[in-house]
């Protein structure tokens, strides 16, 4: 990864809102707010992790930034070409932004066969048929450790790291840019877990992709990503190098999380379940709802009165990257 090079993508003040009906026999609608202004930068060859509870919207960023969702304010750009305004040239922009989904079954056509799950995207994209697809093919399953013989199998007759390998080898297929990375490893086992990451990671040394790994396990996050992207309720609370950020959280959110992390050093398991005996037992608020100040401030153990009335701004941190909580020195 070069920090010197400019940025691969920039998304710049992103909001997302659903309108979601109350019943099914009519009742209203209301709004959902799943993305509050997002902002980041990612550079060729980086991996930035994206963590948060359930509802923090980390799915909702990966499909925006895939254009699998609509936005309701924001920008996206790719090289510095707004997305917006690529409008006929979008086949280029889905070659260079590819998907790894969390049920590889799923995300997988049944009725095919992997030679035509992995070789349809080299035809639509690159024009390959017959004999020069067919190799192509083949020489894409070698690379994600399938063998050729694997070629005229349906995705029923593979093993769940198995279907893995064929989304990463049909992602893999059309040179990308970047690769969002919604859960992939969680519906694994642990050992399958750790040969998809390596996977993953090999992949990223020979040909440089960009990963938006998104997960909510925090120790597959540290060991994959040089930067983690802490989501709450829609918005990154806190942004940093990945070990800084595991290791000294700066926003009560990340500590949370930290917190709720299993590990097996039983002196860490103690400080961890005493941290846990000081935060207030309370769920994610509803995304419909709009609180004033501080998102997290229902649920900080050090929340004071303008947490609860101002919205932070980023502050820096020691060690790099930011948060935004009062309760770091303001920027400036």
């Keep these: ?18 309108r979601v009906r109350r019943g099914v026999f009519g009742g209203g609608s209301y709004t959902v707010y799943a993305l509050r202004g997002v902002s980041l930068t990612m550079r060729a060859g980086e991996t930035l992790g994206v963590v948060g509870e359930s509802g923090s919207g980390k799915s909702t960023l990966g499909r925006a930034l895939l254009r699998l969702t609509d ?22 922009f889905r070659r260079d932004l590819q998907a790894v989904f969390q049920d590889p079954y799923a995300s997988l056509n ?3 066969v992997v ?7 080299l035809t639509v994209h690159f024009g390959l048929r017959g ?6 093919t083949a020489a894409l399953l070698d690379r994600v450790g399938l063998a050729a013989d694997h ?32 859960e992939p490893v969680s519906a694994l086992d642990v050992s399958t877990q750790s040969q998809v990451i390596n996977l993953l990671q090999a992949l990223q040394a020979s040909f440089g992709i960009a990963y938006l790994f998104i997960a909510h396990d925090l120790a597959v996050v540290r060991h994959i990503s040089h930067r983690i992207a802490v989501m709450y309720l829609g918005s990154i609370v806190e942004m940093g190098p ?3 950020v595991c290791d000294q959280p700066a926003h009560p959110y ?7 992390a299993p590990v097996t050093d039983p002196v860490e398991q103690r400080r961890r379940k005493a941290l846990r005996r000081k935060l207030p037992a309370s769920e994610l608020p509803s995304p419909a709802e709009v609180l004033p100040g501080c998102p997290f401030h229902t649920r900080c153990a050090y929340a004071t009165d303008i947490c609860k009335q101002q919205l932070p701004s980023p502050s820096p941190v020691a060690g790099g990257g930011w948060a935004a909580c009062h309760l770091l020195p303001a920027a400036g």
């Design 151 to 182: 070629l005229e199998r349906y995705p029923a007759e593979f093993s769940g790291g198995q279907r893995q390998r064929i989304a990463v080898a049909r992602a893999l297929a059309l040179e990308p840019r970047l690769i969002v990375c919604d």
């Design 110 to 112: 049944p009725a095919m």
């Design 71 to 92: 936005l309701h304010r924001g920008t996206i750009r790719l090289e510095g070409q707004a997305v917006h305004a690529l409008k006929g040239r979008m086949l280029d």
């Design 254 to 260: 990340t500590e949370m999380l930290l917190a709720a």
């Design 1 to 18: 990864m070069t920090t010197d090079a400019p940025p691969l993508l920039e998304v710049d003040d992103l909001h997302v809102r659903f």
């Design 115 to 121: 030679a035509d799950i992995v070789g349809e995207p």
């Design 131 to 136: 004999r020069e697809r067919d190799a192509k």
């Design 242 to 244: 990945a070990q800084r």
